[in-house]
């Protein structure tokens, strides 16, 4: 699960994705925000098989994905791994404040949240 630290709201426009393993295939992910105030937005993305090293992706969220307090990711076999979470310019604040909690299942969290210019 993806929170801000001072338990803010905050935005996602973009994360990128890549295969976990150097043999894995391709696949799903599931990712869900809770929205403050209220109510999930839900968007589904996808990775391209690796085929050797793994190769990053990236996946941009709608418009939609604003004002959220928490983001969840569900997936079955093949996992995968992201990097580069964006936020939009307008969370600049403390958006790199966020953590996440992945603790197990084969998920890869490398450089984090950055800021869109």
Partial sequence: MLTKLDGGSFGITS???AALNSNAAGG???FTGDLSGGGTVTQMMSWNP???APTFSTNTFANT???LVSVK???VSPYFQFDNISAPRSHRGRAGACHSRAAR???GINRGL???A
Avoid: A, C, K
Wanted: aromatic letters at 14%; a negative charge.
């Fill in 50 to 52: 690796s085929g050797g």
């Fill in 73 to 75: 990711f569900s997936q």
């Fill in 28 to 30: 799903f992910v599931t």
């Fill in 105 to 107: 299942g084969g998920i």
């Fill in 15 to 17: 994360s990128d994705l």
């Fill in 114 to 116: 950055r800021i869109e």
């Fill in 65 to 67: 994905w604003t004002n």
